[in-house]
């Protein structure tokens, strides 16, 4: 394009503040960028406003103390935040979340690990188990929770229908159950038809974690003596760490914000309400936009705790590689 | 004895309980098991979806339909169709427009970086972890403001936008894979930005189009949350319709029509799925991070 001379004085100021590497490499290709920021910049906008401004503005809202559709944006220095607990159905919905998300990470987590596990040496019809486990990704919870909640029926062992049913034909009613409108442990059920979707993705992920290890690697150990066993948890398992990782934050973060499921399995139900249904129900049904403001922000917060720390990390890595 | 103790003293290789083919045997086993139960709901929606309106009953749901009926997908049909036909009209341009800007992107934060370009990537990337509840309050207002609100382009700017990070993510993790040489000698040819990407990246895209169109495509069929709080009646996805007949909510408990719409509901995706399945596979990886 231009010649190296018409480097702006700015951009050469930061050219000279960065290693002596980095310095050579800008100095050939420093008024290059120019074109790449612009046709990036209409993005910038769009993110910048529609994640970094909305967020802004969903913050300012839940401490404007306005807890109804017609009152002005006030400021109530962040009482909302507060207050919030004592809304009778609110810790139970943080409560609920975090056993859907524990029974659901880990299930998902270990089930996928599982059957990555049994496939990963190779297996005849490979294809086909992948396409079958993974299948139920591309369906929507909605979809889904319709036959979810017909499985998952409560109905009392003498008109048991659903898997109850399917337990009693095979002998095994002991495992029937009132799964998700079980008081204390129902989110658990809950999170089944969650691990009946995403499992596949873990093992998907697993999957191409085992195929990464070198072979040479294995066979090394191998020939040192290691037992098979040895082999998997020296050699094999610590390379998989970071696709653990990796799995751990998109299912984490999934998990915190499930709607879809929960709508479509039991509505607004008190018995299974999580944060994300009660925002919905705090701007829809309540008409109270502060407090569905800082319910959100409180989801944001669990998130952000979650995934900040793995995006920076992830980044910084590849930047080193 | 002096064989014994060396074989003593050297780590001994255990012997397996089972030869090599005994142990693929059990693990082949065990998945097909698992295939199994991961079919159970398939089962289930498919054959009550062929049962006429009297048989499909919960108390029955294991058997096969004594006659098949096609009652169940006719009044689906019905009642999704509008649904469906919004559902395209979302996913369709949401997806190959979202593809184009992705493309985009992630050439120039792979190829034509500038200074920060790292920042703003991991910005970008958070905005595809965020909840979207933390931003759907002021969200409806901005839409609301633009006259976009309960439309079927509102719906298709939010998901655009939402989707940028994902998008850019998958392309540039794919463009990270072309040579910095080829790029390099398009430089010293004299071409610029967009010569370079329309004679060098474009060309070999292919691959990461099919992802980015494929993930795309299904995120934004299968939406619920963007559909309840920015739709409408007259722009509402088949999800929602599918949500309103058959949902908890629901009255009318017409169990055949329910399963029948739910496949319904599902099946461009499925379809999708299938046929594109390998490249699909290959989104999936690069939803991971991995670079």
């Known amino acids: 394009m231009t010649s190296p001379d018409v480097t702006p004085p700015v951009a050469r100021e930061s050219i000279e ?6 310095r050579r490499a800008w100095r050939r290709r420093a008024p290059r960028w120019l074109p790449g920021l612009l046709l990036l910049s209409p993005s910038i906008v769009a993110i910048g406003l529609f994640v970094y401004g909305l967020i802004f503005w969903n913050t300012r809202v839940a401490v404007s103390g306005k807890h109804d559709m017609v009152s002005p944006y006030g400021f109530d220095k962040g009482k909302n935040f507060v207050d919030l ?16 998300t524990a029974v659901f990470v880990i299930g998902a987590l270990v089930l996928g690990f599982f059957l990555a596990f049994l496939m990963e040496k190779g297996i005849k019809a490979e294809a086909g188990f992948r396409a079958i486990y993974l299948f139920p990704m591309a369906v929507s919870f909605i979809a889904s929770g319709v036959v979810w909640r017909w499985l998952m029926n409560p109905a009392p062992p003498e ?8 337990f009693n034909k095979l002998g095994l009613g002991a495992l029937g159950n009132d799964w998700w409108q079980n008081p204390r442990l129902g989110m658990a059920a809950m999170a089944l038809p969650a691990i009946w979707q995403m499992s596949g993705y ?8 085992f195929r990464g290890v070198p072979e040479d690697l294995r066979e090394a150990a191998r020939v040192d003596g290691a037992s098979e066993w040895k082999v998997y948890r020296y ?3 610590p390379q998989l760490r970071p696709v653990t990782l990796s799995a751990l934050i998109i299912l984490g973060h999934i998990s915190l914000k499930v709607f879809d499921l929960i709508m479509a399995i039991a509505g607004k139900q008190i018995i299974t309400y999580v944060p994300a249904v009660a925002t919905y129900v705090e701007v829809f049904d309540r008409g109270d936009p502060a407090n569905g403001a800082t319910i959100a922000t409180y989801l944001l917060v669990a998130v952000g705790l979650l995934v900040i720390p793995y995006l920076v990390w992830s980044v910084r890595a590849e930047r080193e590689r | 004895m002096t064989a014994t103790t060396t074989a003593a003293t050297r780590p001994r290789r255990r012997v397996p309980l089972l ?14 098991a698992f295939v199994v139960v991961f079919l159970i709901p398939v089962y289930v929606l498919v054959v009550t979806s062929f049962k006429s309106l009297q048989e499909a009953d919960p108390s029955t749901a294991w058997s096969l339909p004594k006659d098949w009926s096609l009652d169940g997908w006719r009044s689906a049909w019905d009642t999704l169709r509008p649904g469906l036909e919004n559902s395209f009209k979302i996913s369709v341009p949401g997806a190959l427009i979202s593809a184009v800007l992705g493309s985009l992107n992630g050439y120039v934060l792979s190829k034509w970086r500038f200074p920060g370009a790292d920042a703003v990537f991991t910005l970008f990337l958070f905005g595809m972890f965020i909840p979207y509840q933390a931003v759907m309050i002021p969200l409806q207002g901005l839409l609301t403001d633009l006259e976009l609100v309960g439309s079927i382009r509102g719906l298709v700017l939010a998901h655009v ?3 940028i990070p994902i998008c850019t993510l998958i392309f540039r993790n794919y463009y990270v894979t072309i040579p910095n040489e080829l790029i390099e000698a398009a430089r010293v040819d004299g071409a610029g930005m967009l010569r370079t990407y329309r004679s060098i990246v474009l060309p070999v895209s292919g691959p990461a189009f099919a992802v980015v169109l494929i993930w795309q495509f299904t995120s934004m069929w299968n939406d619920f949350l963007f559909a309840v709080f920015l739709g409408s009646q007259e722009s509402w996805p088949v999800t929602v319709l599918l949500n309103n007949t058959a949902g908890s909510g629901a009255v009318a408990v ?14 461009p995706t499925l379809v999708v799925y299938i046929v594109l399945g390998r490249f699909f596979m290959r989104g999936l990886m690069a939803g991971a991070l991995k670079g």
């Open chain 1, 235 to 237: 050699v094999v398992l």
């Open chain 1, 202 to 209: 873990v093992m998907a992920l697993y999957l191409a974690g």
């Open chain 2, 254 to 267: 017409q169990y055949n029509q329910q399963m029948a719409s739910a496949l319904l509901a599902s099946l």
């Open chain 1, 159 to 166: 008109r048991a229908v659903g898997l109850n049913q399917l």
């Open chain 1, 17 to 22: 503040g960065r290693g002596r590497r980095g």
């Open chain 2, 161 to 163: 936008v939402y989707g």
């Open chain 1, 85 to 100: 607990w004592d809304v009778p159905s609110w810790p139970g919905a943080v409560r609920h979340a975090l056993l859907f």
């Open chain 2, 19 to 32: 030869g090599p083919g005994g142990m693929r045997m059990i693990r082949f086993a065990v998945l097909l």
